[in-house]
């Protein structure tokens, strides 16, 4: 089974170090998330949200680190009041 994709928009050295940081969902789900539940999560980069080849000297921003879920987050999004999207904060597994 293929783990949810997030990507960490924040810095992915906390993430890294083993602090929570919130991340948004790249991949789309079939069930809704919860927490405990497993994620690949990417460092923010083309490479992790493209198929576009990276240069050998910046492969580690193509490698996903396990995480886990701790919260999942609704938020409303700035240009509507009506559409709402996922933020969920994880830890490293």
Same mark, same amino acid.
Request: aromatic letters at 4%.
């Given at each position: 089974?293929?783990?949810?994709?997030?990507?960490? *928009?924040?810095? =992915?050295?906390?993430?890294?170090?083993?602090?929570?940081?919130? %991340?948004?969902?790249?991949?789309?789900? *079939? &069930?809704?998330?919860?927490?405990?539940?497993?994620?690949?999560? =990417?460092?923010? /980069?083309? %490479?992790?949200?493209?198929?576009?080849?990276?240069?050998?000297?910046?492969? /580690? &921003? /193509?490698?996903?680190?396990?995480?886990?879920?701790?919260?999942?987050?609704?938020?409303?999004?700035?240009?509507?009041?009506?559409?709402?999207? /996922?933020?969920?904060?994880?830890?490293? %597994?």
């Amino acid at each position: 089974m293929e783990l949810p994709k997030v990507i960490i *928009k924040q810095n =992915f050295q906390d993430y890294l170090a083993g602090k929570e940081v919130e %991340a948004s969902l790249v991949t789309k789900t *079939k &069930h809704e998330l919860w927490p405990g539940e497993r994620v690949m999560a =990417f460092k923010d /980069s083309i %490479a992790a949200t493209s198929d576009i080849p990276v240069p050998t000297s910046e492969i /580690s &921003h /193509s490698i996903g680190i396990e995480g886990t879920i701790t919260q999942v987050v609704q938020e409303k999004s700035p240009a509507s009041d009506t559409i709402e999207r /996922s933020m969920i904060k994880i830890v490293k %597994a």
